[in-house]
């Protein structure tokens, strides 16, 4: 079984912090997600990578970076948390995309930025 | 982009009950899936399915590409299908690039 984890199921931070969110898979996947989930918008990609070292950006990238320096980690970046990045944060992973590629989640990191 | 409407946004059921839910998208698509988020958010998804019918066990999916329309029938539901499904699409040359619907937030009651 693909197997998506994340670093942490819970985290609190201060306003102006610096921020890592880190994601694993264990399947060998090339490509792998970040999402981001708020109440009522459903779940909106924030960036894509579908090799080590390359990304590109999502629907809703503003404050965020991304590394990817090993095929089987995809790390978040909040350069300065503010308040409006808390939210639950989704990481998935999948093949290539030839059709039909499932993409596999982690079982999210609810942040709360105060 | 591509717009992705679901119904019914709320669904209350008994167990045992069978029920249908709506996805509605805007314009045609080269990717669907369907995915269920249970109550403590773990996202499986359910179906890939761009057109055509599949499916597995209780659950089964319909999509009709030509008139821009996915369903997902549950039959016999059990208090474990509780959680919120989603549908997301993707067209054009972005295959990956998901679009999700908001959800459809499904609670079944013993």
């Known amino acids: 079984d693909v197997k998506v984890t994340q670093s942490s199921r819970y985290l609190v931070k201060r306003t102006g912090e610096k921020v890592f969110l880190e994601c694993v898979q264990d399947m060998d996947h090339e490509n792998m997600f970040w999402y981001r989930q708020d109440p009522g918008l459903g779940l909106r990609l924030i960036y894509f990578s579908y090799d080590v070292k390359m990304k590109e950006k999502g629907d809703i990238p503003e404050g965020y970076s991304v590394s990817r320096e090993k095929k089987e980690r995809f790390s978040l970046i909040l350069e300065s948390a503010s308040t409006n990045q808390t939210s639950m944060y989704l990481c998935?992973?999948?093949?290539?995309?030839?059709?039909?590629?499932?993409?596999?989640f982690g079982p999210g990191t609810r942040l709360l930025v105060l | 982009g591509i717009q992705v409407e679901q119904s019914p946004p709320d669904l209350i059921l008994q167990e045992g009950a069978n029920s249908t839910l709506r996805c509605n998208f805007s314009d045609s698509v080269n990717n669907l899936q369907w995915f269920h988020q249970n109550p403590w958010g773990q996202l499986i998804n359910l179906f890939y399915?761009?057109?055509g019918t599949k499916q597995n066990g209780r659950l089964s999916a319909t999509t009709v590409a030509t008139e821009r329309y996915s369903l997902l029938y549950i039959s016999s539901s059990q208090t474990t299908d509780s959680g919120v499904y989603f549908c997301a699409v993707s067209s054009g040359g972005s295959n990956y690039k998901l679009t999700f619907g908001k959800g459809t937030l499904l609670t079944v009651n013993p």
């Open positions: 998935a992973s999948s093949l290539p995309f030839l059709g039909g590629e499932t993409q596999y």
């Open positions: 399915i761009p057109s």
